[in-house]
């Protein structure tokens, strides 16, 4: 595995660590995750449940002395907080119709306190989703966090870490069928989140056609979104529309699409769908051995991660690395772009 990158996240996060929610402290992968996170000093872990209650179930696995030195909210006996966050989810979303019975309703739910917290600051960012779907955790932050000016759609990616190769999957979270607009959108947010993370993108629109090798609407479609980004960003390296072999692949490459700029060493990958993408990750985790990290979500002005319900301990570190290094970052309000790459 490429150990390079994963050191660099956890020491680009030391500098200066933020405090990430953890919500799910009934699971001992999160509560293993936060001793660790606390050991190597990469984010400050808030957990969310009664102290005692953690303290017990963390004795099973010999870390409850470890644990009692963290932070704790307490959702179902911090009355005042309830209350507290529930005026202000009635001050968001009461044009939305939500009554103030309907606020306090919803802080019985871990996903919307947990959210809540972030919103008033009390965590600088949370990651979560171990033992729930992503639309359970979706749903919350899209409803309360505001999104960046500056994107233009919601989406998902991971962070594929193979042996010798490091590729960004997008969108692998929230848009099912996306339009060529939108495809585009997701394809330049990828890129400027790689550039964040020092990466220089080289953005593959993926299709089960390569450059003109087949007909058909969907194919039209990632066409069309490959030539919005040309135009919208003529700074940034994309092609398409390409299967995923030509863009992996300099021998493929230079058979299918012999004036690649790219020839096959592309490091960002838009999937057509997120039926594609979803089997994608999948396949590439679980058969080549990568360390997928994420989902994580690009576009909320406060940094919400999602896990896969098949995460491991380390999975829950790396992603609170990463969650901490993008609440270190002050979000762009100029419309300016991290990237200036071609």
């Given at each position: 595995m490429?150990?390079?990158f994963?050191d ?11 405090r990430?929610?953890?919500p ?6 999160t ?13 400050i ?9 953690i303290?017990?179930l963390g004795?099973?696995h010999?870390?409850s ?10 959702q179902?006996?911090d009355?005042e ?16 119709g939500?009554t ?6 919803l802080?019985?739910d871990?996903?919307y306190?947990?959210?809540?917290v972030?919103?008033?600051?009390d ?5 979560t989703g171990?033992?729930c779907?992503?639309h359970d955790t979706?749903?919350?932050?899209l409803?309360?966090?505001?999104t ?10 991971f962070?594929m870490v193979l042996?010798?190769k490091?590729?960004?999957?997008a969108d692998?979270?929230v ?8 495809l585009a ?5 990828t890129?400027?989140t ?5 990466l220089?993108?080289?953005?593959a629109?993926l299709?089960?056609?390569t ?6 609407p969907?194919?039209d479609r ?8 040309n135009?919208?960003r003529p700074?940034?390296l994309?092609?398409?529309e390409?299967?995923?072999d030509a863009?992996?692949?300099?021998d ?11 020839m096959?060493?592309a ?15 999948k ?8 360390e997928?990290?994420?989902p994580i979500l690009q576009?909320?002005?406060k ?9 491991s301990?380390?999975d829950?570190v790396?992603?609170a690395?990463i969650t901490?290094?993008e609440?270190?970052?002050?979000p762009?309000?100029?419309?300016k ?6």
């Amino acid at each position: 595995m490429n150990t390079s990158f994963l050191d660099g996240i956890l020491s680009r996060a030391k500098k200066n660590p933020a405090r990430v929610l953890l919500p799910e402290t009934y699971d001992e992968r999160t509560l293993l995750a936060a001793v660790k996170i606390a050991e190597q000093k990469s984010a400050i872990p808030v957990l969310v449940g009664n102290k005692e209650e953690i303290l017990a179930l963390g004795e099973k696995h010999g870390i409850s002395e470890s644990l009692s030195s963290l932070e704790f909210i307490d959702q179902k006996k911090d009355n005042e907080r309830r209350e507290r966050y529930a005026q202000a989810l009635l001050e968001l979303r009461k044009n939305k119709g939500v009554t103030i019975e309907q606020a306090r309703e919803l802080m019985n739910d871990l996903n919307y306190f947990s959210v809540m917290v972030v919103q008033m600051g009390d965590a600088d960012g949370m990651v979560t989703g171990a033992n729930c779907p992503s639309h359970d955790t979706l749903r919350p932050a899209l409803q309360i966090i505001k999104t960046k000016e500056k994107f233009h759609k919601v989406s998902g990616f991971f962070f594929m870490v193979l042996e010798k190769k490091l590729l960004l999957f997008a969108d692998c979270m929230v848009n099912i069928e996306p339009s060529s607009h939108e495809l585009a959108e997701i394809a330049i947010d990828t890129a400027e989140t790689a550039c964040r993370f020092g990466l220089t993108p080289k953005i593959a629109m993926l299709s089960f056609s390569t450059n003109g090798s087949a007909k058909h609407p969907n194919v039209d479609r990632v066409k069309e979104a490959t030539q919005m980004v040309n135009s919208w960003r003529p700074d940034l390296l994309c092609e398409g529309e390409m299967q995923v072999d030509a863009a992996l692949v300099k021998d493929v490459c230079a058979k299918k699409f012999p004036n690649s700029k790219i020839m096959g060493d592309a490091n960002v990958l838009i999937f057509p769908n997120l039926e594609a993408a979803n089997i994608a990750y999948k396949l590439v985790e679980r058969l080549a051995g990568a360390e997928a990290i994420g989902p994580i979500l690009q576009g909320l002005t406060k940094p919400i991660n999602d896990l896969s319900r098949g995460c491991s301990v380390d999975d829950i570190v790396y992603l609170a690395a990463i969650t901490s290094i993008e609440a270190q970052e002050a979000p762009l309000s100029d419309g300016k772009s991290f990237c200036r790459v071609k």
